[in-house]
């Protein structure tokens, strides 16, 4: 089963409003998490690394102040994609890292389509 | 800068007809490459772990294997349900920061 829960999977929102996307791990606890952007038949661009605590790293060119990211727990990353607009319009993955077994997994996507 | 190129970027195999997929990398330190496979609208499904020159690690049907600069992801005999997207990654020693390729998309046709 998926040890990575990634929702909404699919969101639908007018230009101007935030959407928030959660990512939890479910059977480990992780320090550290990423998102992603993917557009169409392209790879995964690293956005961020959230630090259960601490504040986020942002990638050169990914605005701080439009993709809010927060790690409350060892559990839960939250991205919020503030004052969405159609370019915001993208497949955003969460990943988390499994410290223990040394592995990055992946949560399901979520498709974000801004109106 | 850590760097991943994934090549082919398009690959075209009949059932049964075995290849390779190609992942060049420069990074600063390795701490590990990873193979994933990725299909339409999902998330990344992790294959492999690969962190130093010479190994090699099979599961069903693939098989990956690693040098100091690049790594292949062996394909034997494949079947339609191989068909996907295939995406390495590499992540250095500074961190747990993972930098994928482009990926390679293959197309196994009956």
């Known amino acids: 089963g998926a040890v990575v829960s990634q929702h909404p999977s699919r969101v639908i929102c007018k230009s101007g409003t935030s959407v928030k996307i959660e990512c939890r791990s479910l059977d480990f606890q992780a320090t550290t998490m990423f998102w992603y952007r993917q557009f169409p038949k392209q790879s995964l661009m690293l956005m961020a690394t959230s630090n259960e605590g601490s504040k986020a790293t942002y990638e050169q060119g990914v605005e701080k102040d439009k993709f809010l990211i927060n790690h409350a727990s060892l559990t839960l990353s939250t991205l919020t994609v503030t004052s969405a607009h159609p370019e915001d319009s993208s497949f955003y993955i969460c990943?988390?890292?499994?410290?223990?077994?040394?592995?990055?997994?992946f949560g399901s996507g979520t498709q974000l389509s801004v109106l | 800068e850590d760097q991943v190129t994934q090549s082919p970027e398009a690959l075209r195999l009949q059932e049964g007809e075995s290849s390779s997929l190609n992942c060049s990398y420069t990074v600063s330190g390795l701490r590990g490459l990873f193979w994933y496979r990725q299909d339409p609208g999902k998330g990344p499904e992790f294959l492999f772990t690969?962190?130093?020159a010479g190994e090699e690690k099979e599961k069903e049907r693939l098989k990956a294997t690693l040098t100091k600069k690049e790594s292949f992801l062996h394909i034997t005999a494949p079947k339609p349900e191989d068909s996907a997207t295939y995406l390495c990654?590499?992540?250095?020693?500074?961190?747990?920061?993972?930098?994928f390729g482009a990926g390679t998309r293959l197309f196994v046709k009956a």
């Open positions: 990654a590499v992540q250095n020693t500074g961190g747990f920061k993972t930098i």
């Open positions: 990943s988390a890292w499994d410290i223990l077994h040394e592995k990055l997994f």
């Open positions: 690969l962190y130093s």
